[in-house]
C-alpha cells in the first residue's frame, strides 16, 4: 500500500466522478465515503470500488443524476426509491430526511429502493453518531451466502451496524456481516495459492472445502450457523422484502451482471438520544460503561480491551496523519480514468 493524502484524494475522486455526470455536491459526498472507508482501514469498500462504479454509470447501469423520491410517508416512516442512483448520495440524502424528523418525533425509519452497492454500513452510523443521534442499519446485497442446509447462493453478506455517540472521542461502532467470513478473504487465499480452514465455505456440490476455488464457485456460509441465517433473513426481510426492492438471487452483481441494475434495499431506523434522557446523562452513562469494560480481567496476552470502533478510529487517526493507504492497482486504475476523462492526476504519494 502507498499513502496519499485525504484531502488530494477526495479531490481526485469528487473529479472523476463529476467527469461522468456526477453533480459537484453529490460527487463531493460520494468520495468522502469512500476515502473514508480506507482512512479507517476498511479498503474493501473504499477507492477499490471506484472502477466498477464508474463503469457502471458508463454502461447505464447508475444514473449520476438520479433524484431521491419519497413514494410514501406516514408519521415518522418515509418509503424512498433511490432512482437507480449511487447508493451512497442516496443513502445520506435519505439520512438527512431522517435527521429531520427524528429530531421532532424521538425516532425516525426509512426503507430505500432501487438502489446500489453503498460502501460501508458504519459510514452512516457515524455520521448519525455526530449528530448525536443512534442509527440502526442494514442492507440486503448480491447473493454470495447459501441458507443453513441449502448450497445455493440466495443472501448477500447482509450486514448490521449500529454507531453509538460517546465522550471518548469516537463512537462505539458495531458493523458485521452475516457471513462467517469475508468473500475477500477467500479470493485473498487463492490469489496465495493457500486453503482456508473448514468451515467458511462450500464447493458447487455443498460440500464443505479448504480449497479456496471451490469456494468461489460455491457458497460463503453463514456466521453461527442458523444463527446467522436468521440473522441475515432479518436483513432480507428489513432490506429487501418490505422496501420493494430485489430479493436474494434477485440483486444484480456489481461485476458479473453488466446488463442489469442491482436494486439493493436498505434499512435505516434513526433514534434521537436526548427523547430517551438527557445527553449529558447519556455520555456519562455510556462512557461509564467503556471504561468498565476495558477495566475487565485481561486474559493472558491481552494488552489491553477495545470497544468495537476503537480499533478503526485509532487507525483513521493514523492515516489521517500519514496518509490514507491504497493499493498500487487501485492508483493504476485511477490514473487510467483521469486519461480518459482529462482530469489531471494531481495526487502526490507521502513519504513517510
Not at 410517508?73 to 432512482?83: N, Q, R, T, W, Y
Not at 457471513?179 to 487465499?189: D, E, F, P, Y
Not at 494488552?303 to 492508483?331: C, D, F, Y
Request: proline share 5%; aromatic share 6%.
Amino acid at each position: 500500500m502507498n499513502r496519499y493524502p485525504k484531502q488530494q484524494l477526495e479531490s481526485l475522486v469528487a473529479q472523476l466522478a463529476s467527469g461522468m455526470g456526477v453533480p459537484a455536491e453529490d460527487a463531493a459526498l460520494f468520495a468522502e465515503v469512500l476515502v473514508d472507508a480506507d482512512l479507517h482501514g476498511v479498503s474493501t469498500h473504499g477507492v477499490s470500488r471506484l472502477n466498477i462504479y464508474l463503469k457502471r454509470i458508463e454502461a447505464g447501469l447508475i444514473d449520476p443524476k438520479a433524484k431521491l423520491v419519497t413514494d410514501r410517508s406516514a408519521g415518522s416512516v418515509l418509503v424512498l426509491d433511490a432512482g437507480n442512483g449511487l447508493g451512497q448520495v442516496q443513502a445520506r440524502k435519505a439520512l438527512d430526511l431522517l435527521t429531520h424528523l427524528a429530531r421532532q418525533n424521538g425516532v425516525a425509519v426509512a426503507t430505500i429502493r432501487n438502489s446500489q452497492h453503498f460502501g460501508a454500513l458504519s459510514w452512516y452510523c457515524n455520521y448519525a453518531a455526530g449528530k448525536e443521534m443512534v442509527l440502526l442499519a442494514m442492507t440486503n446485497c448480491e447473493p454470495a451466502m447459501s441458507p443453513e442446509g441449502g448450497y445455493e447462493a440466495f443472501f448477500g453478506t447482509n450486514p448490521i451496524a449500529a454507531s453509538f455517540p460517546t465522550g471518548k472521542g469516537f463512537p462505539v461502532k458495531i458493523d458485521l456481516a452475516t457471513a462467517g467470513v469475508a468473500r475477500g478473504n477467500i479470493i485473498a487465499a487463492q490469489k496465495k495459492g493457500q486453503p482456508i480452514p473448514l468451515g467458511w465455505a462450500l464447493d458447487p456440490d455443498g460440500n464443505p472445502t479448504t480449497d479456496a476455488s471451490q469456494a468461489l464457485l460455491g457458497t460463503v456460509l453463514t456466521m453461527a450457523g442458523h444463527k446467522g441465517y436468521a440473522l441475515a433473513m432479518m436483513v432480507e426481510l428489513f432490506s429487501g422484502v418490505l422496501s420493494g426492492s430485489a430479493i436474494g438471487p434477485d440483486i444484480g452483481s456489481m461485476y458479473k451482471n453488466m446488463d442489469r441494475k442491482q436494486d439493493v434495499g436498505h434499512f435505516f431506523c434513526l433514534f434521537d438520544v436526548k427523547a430517551f434522557l438527557d445527553y449529558e446523562d447519556y455520555l456519562r452513562r455510556i462512557d461509564e460503561t467503556i471504561d468498565r469494560i476495558k477495566a475487565s480481567k485481561k486474559r493472558p496476552g491481552v494488552e489491553e480491551i477495545l470497544v468495537p470502533g476503537e480499533r478503526s478510529a485509532r487507525k483513521a487517526v493514523i492515516n489521517n496523519a500519514q496518509g490514507v493507504p491504497v493499493s498500487p492497482e487501485t492508483m493504476a486504475e485511477i490514473e487510467q480514468w483521469c486519461s480518459r476523462l482529462g482530469v489531471s492526476f494531481n495526487c502526490h504519494e507521502v513519504v513517510c
